[in-house]
């Protein structure tokens, strides 16, 4: 790095340390005189070296808390805050006091952000975020985008609404790849949705809310109990967790070690248990400080974050060419494991974050296996990280391709590329075979015994060689020559997306077979044929990129070799063909399934049920979708089919329809 770009990244990360703690912090180290002298400092260098620009400089992006962007609402009742415990003895302790023979309601404590909703005779009229409890922002555009919020009541009732707007984790872990995971967690990007300056772009974010108290303007005698309360949002269309208990205060240690078991299963995020008394008239007795009631407490997990240093940074090369750089950490106890590194994503994030080595660093996990930066305390003395030009394991000049985030190392023959293809091709959601895991893979290639996947059905010849070389026991050699004669018998369906081409994984290769592309010379076929792109791109579930995708890979002659090679080792190239019904019940239908099912566990049950009596499947629901088979806790799906006016069928008609046909389970 030259002097003048690294002058440029350190004014970047010192400018954005400065607005976090004037913004966020609200401590200002420096007068505002002086940020702007830096500011103005960066932005000449800028100017006359835009080569060293970065895209993500605080020159670039409003550097506002962007709350000043809404009006300020004075909140009709104070949104107070919650007492936190960590510890079991402490709450024990607060119901004792409370009332240990008094019920109570014990619920998620739900971690997004905190919204109330104020409906007047039944509209909404105002979504307001917490804010300082007595005033917060008027967020209302962005509300009226979330799709489980109801605008009108089916009654002309007044009533203040609290609830967490969230996002569920599969619904990010789907957002964020899109975005090539600069997200930090489902958290973060709820709380920063909310607060969109651009409704529009609220909007394409899955959020959803969870209502978990509210206020009756007009007196209502009829509501005694904080259940009564829930009970009512929820008749009155107000999507209220149906996962709260209501018990009695001895039983709390039993109901939150029940809580505790199911807390990695939701598929949202939840940072405790919010524990209530349930008699309203009690609660009033007891009334509340100005920060928080005395009729409740947040009973709070075991934090899922901590602070720790960067103390490197390094890079991984993926099978795809694709660089993910992961910071080395001081080493942490986090949920249970000890953390020593975590995934800095990419550069995009890197430079958003203003991460750097030597930086404190918040890192958590939440659902992931790696856990993430989530945030920068303080950053580093050495500037932002710059993710080198050339791939650190051949030395190849680095390439960013089309419009992703990601940096790519281009060499085909790059050593941890060919490493990674074959640990990928040998995992167990792909070919599964036994004895080959990384470590082995790695002993392998590294004594030359294989370098592509096709070598990996040569072993078989160099088994003396292996035993003497490899530093192998019989026994443990024979496992793994066993475990890849075994992976012959895996069917089609498993072959394809292992071999690792682009954009062709279990998903599309399920599609392809299922629109008789099952067998692998009908793709080759298909993809050399005039018009190959745009006949592709016709089969529903198939976007354009993989159709290009698919058409580019399967001219390629490298590719075919490979294909033709592993046909050569007795590898299946053809799927299994399903045996379908004479009888079309389903004919011309097109069926998505979702939620879950007494009669159909998994629900694929079902679909295989529709598939064989002359359905097609589909895994989302589009104009084309004609029914929705929706069992318990259907989501967005239920939603977009009401929208699009697609046929919603539940379990016990889905039962009748097949009893009618006399087609037993
Ligand atoms: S009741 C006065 N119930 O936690 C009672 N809060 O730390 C107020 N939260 O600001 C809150 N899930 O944003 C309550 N089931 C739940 C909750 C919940 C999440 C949040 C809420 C509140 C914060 C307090």
Redesign the pocket.
């Known amino acids: 790095m030259n002097s003048i770009e690294k002058e440029i990244r350190t004014l970047e990360s010192k400018i954005r340390h400065h607005q976090q703690l004037y913004y966020k912090a609200r401590k200002p180290e420096i007068s505002d005189k002086e940020f702007d002298l830096l500011f103005k400092k960066l932005q000449d260098l800028e100017k006359a070296n835009p080569e060293f620009a970065s895209v993500n400089s605080p020159t670039k992006v409003v550097g506002s808390d962007s709350d000043n962007e809404f009006h300020k609402y004075q909140h009709k009742v104070p949104v ?3 007492e936190n415990t960590y510890n079991f003895a402490e709450l024990k302790d607060w119901i004792e006091k409370t009332g240990i023979e008094n019920e109570y309601s014990v ?4 971690d997004g952000a ?1 919204i109330v909703l104020y409906y007047e005779k039944g509209e909404l009229v105002n979504g307001v975020s ?1 804010g300082s409890g007595g005033i917060g922002d008027d967020v209302t555009e962005n509300i009226r985008t979330i799709r489980n919020i109801p605008l009108k009541l089916p009654e002309p009732v007044s009533i203040y609404a ?1 609830g ?1 707007v969230y996002m569920t984790f599969t619904d990010f872990a789907e957002f964020n790849e899109e975005f090539g995971g600069k997200y930090a967690n489902p958290r973060n990007l709820a709380a920063g949705s909310i607060k969109h300056k651009n409704s529009s772009q609220t909007a394409k974010r899955p959020l959803r809310i969870f209502t ?2 509210a206020y009756f303007p007009e007196p209502n005698k009829k509501i005694k109990y904080h259940s009564q309360i829930l009970e009512t949002m929820s008749d009155l269309g107000l999507p209220v967790s149906n996962e709260y208990k209501i018990i009695s205060g001895k039983k709390i240690e039993k109901v939150i070690s029940e809580f505790k078991k199911k807390k990695d299963k939701v598929d949202y995020p939840v940072d405790g248990l ?1 524990i ?1 008394l349930n008699d309203l008239a009690l609660r009033d007795a007891l009334g509340a400080t100005s920060h ?2 005395r009729w ?1 407490r ?1 009973f709070k997990f075991d934090a899922l974050m901590k602070e720790t240093r960067i103390v490197n940074i390094d890079y991984a090369v993926g099978r795809t060419g694709k660089i993910t750089p992961r910071a080395k950490v001081e080493p942490v106890l986090l949920a249970g494991t000890t953390v020593t590194y975590a995934t800095l994503h990419n550069q995009d994030f890197i430079d958003e974050m203003g991460i750097g080595i030597g930086a404190k660093v918040n890192v958590a996990k939440r659902g992931e296996i790696i856990p993430a930066v989530e945030e920068v305390i303080e950053p580093g003395n050495q500037g932002i990280f710059k993710l080198p030009e050339k791939c650190p394991a051949c030395g190849t000049v680095l390439l960013k391709v089309d419009e992703s985030v990601d940096f790519f190392c281009p060499n085909k023959k790059c050593p941890d590329r060919e490493k990674n293809s074959l640990i990928f091709f040998c995992q167990r959601k792909q070919m599964d075979i036994e004895g080959l895991g990384e470590k082995q893979i790695e002993n392998f290639y590294n004594a030359g015994f294989i370098r592509s996947i096709p070598d990996i059905y040569k072993l078989k010849s160099k088994r003396d060689e292996l035993i003497q070389t490899a530093g192998l026991g019989e026994k443990s050699v024979d496992i793994i020559l066993s475990g890849i004669e075994k992976s012959k018998e895996k069917d089609f369906k498993f072959v394809l997306p292992s071999i690792g081409l682009s954009e062709v994984g279990h998903k599309v290769t399920e599609i392809l077979i299922e629109n008789g592309f099952d067998d692998i010379d009908k793709i080759i076929e298909a993809a050399s044929a005039a018009n190959a792109r745009e006949n592709l791109e016709e089969i529903h579930g198939m976007g354009p990129r993989t159709a290009e995708s698919i058409v580019r890979q399967f001219q390629d002659r490298e590719t075919l070799k490979l294909i033709d090679e592993l046909k050569k080792a007795g590898l299946k190239f053809q799927a299994v063909r399903r045996q379908k019904s004479s009888l079309t019940l389903f004919g011309g239908q097109s069926w998505c399934v979702t939620g879950s099912f007494e009669n159909f566990q998994p629900r694929d049950k079902a679909m295989d049920l529709i598939v064989y009596y002359g359905g097609r499947k589909v895994t989302s629901i589009s104009t084309k979708t004609t029914h929705l088979l929706a069992g318990e806790n259907a989501g967005s799906k239920l939603e977009k089919a009401r929208e699009l006016g697609v046929l919603i069928v539940n379990e016990k008609e889905f039962l009748e329809i097949l009893k009618k046909a006399k087609i037993k389970l």
């Open positions: 107070l805050s919650l619920e998620w404590k739900i905190s917490r609290r967490e978990y108290d919010v209530k928080s009631p409740a947040a």
